[in-house]
């Protein structure tokens, strides 16, 4: 996995670190559950409900029938491409950035790497949310680390 973010954001750097190196022993599956969870939660603070989103219920869905082994690579890959077509649309730049970490979550599916770009994109939907806070960007970094170390035990 690459090691520095690939998108431009205020963050917690020793936190994000840390988020790196569990990711790169956390197999893909505990990846996607973990991305998925902070997804939503990313769409959340920028007032999208995922559930009245179709094309995030459904990409979201996919991801899971992936987990279960019910889904292929491709479908996933298809689901995330949807996602960034309609984040490319969005007008506000949280929402867009709240649609990214969303597409990335499920591409989870496609290649792990995608998981962190999401968290990525989670802290910037959070920090957008409140103001460029960089309080927010611990407080995201923090959740994220707790909610990884859970899925890592799980896989």
Sequence with gaps: MQKGPKISLTDDGPLRTEIHRICETTDRRGLARWSILLAGR???SAGLDPDSIECVREGFAVNGRWQEGLATVGDVRRAAFVIHRIAR??????ERAALRAAGHAVASGHVGEHALVASDYAVRTACLAD???IGAATRERLLQ???????????
Excluded: I, P
């Design 42 to 44: 990313a769409l959340h």
């Design 145 to 155: 680390l707790e909610e990884l170390r859970g899925a890592s035990e799980h896989t």
């Design 131 to 133: 103001l460029g806070d």
């Design 89 to 94: 649309a969005c007008e506000s730049e949280t």
